[in-house]
């Protein structure tokens, strides 16, 4: 098992930046930690994942420029760096994780979410 925290959300302008943080606890030995996010009335969407096998990161297209994932082993922590925000990033972000091998948006274990808002 795999518990996920998330940590960092807030209200931001657009044009901001926003951190967030998921820290990692249990079995933490993951290949895969990404993101997804949703905002009200949509789908759950990809945003973001890391992979340590692969030593490979993937991005939606919707934030492939503008947004930076990374990983500290160490702490069993993964980052979502989030710059120009736009109001349309506004959305609940989940940290997943996946202990096994498989594709990059495949994952097994959610946190809570963490709500990002951000005013035009």
């Known amino acids: 098992q795999v518990q996920l925290v998330e940590s960092g959300g807030g209200l931001v302008q657009a044009g901001g930046s926003l951190r967030l943080s998921c820290a990692a606890s249990?079995?933490?030995?993951?290949?895969?930690m990404g993101w997804f996010r949703q905002a009200p009335g949509k789908e759950r969407e990809f945003v973001a994942a890391s992979s340590r096998n692969a030593g490979s990161t993937y991005y939606s297209d919707s934030v492939k420029g503008r947004f930076a994932i990374s990983r500290d082993y160490a702490k069993n922590t993964v980052y979502l760096q989030m710059n120009n925000l736009k109001p349309e990033d506004t959305a609940v972000y989940y940290c997943a994780a996946a202990l096994s091998l498989g594709r990059p948006t495949d994952f097994d274990y959610w946190g809570q979410g963490t709500q990002v808002t951000v005013s035009s």
């Open positions: 249990g079995r933490v030995f993951t290949d895969r």
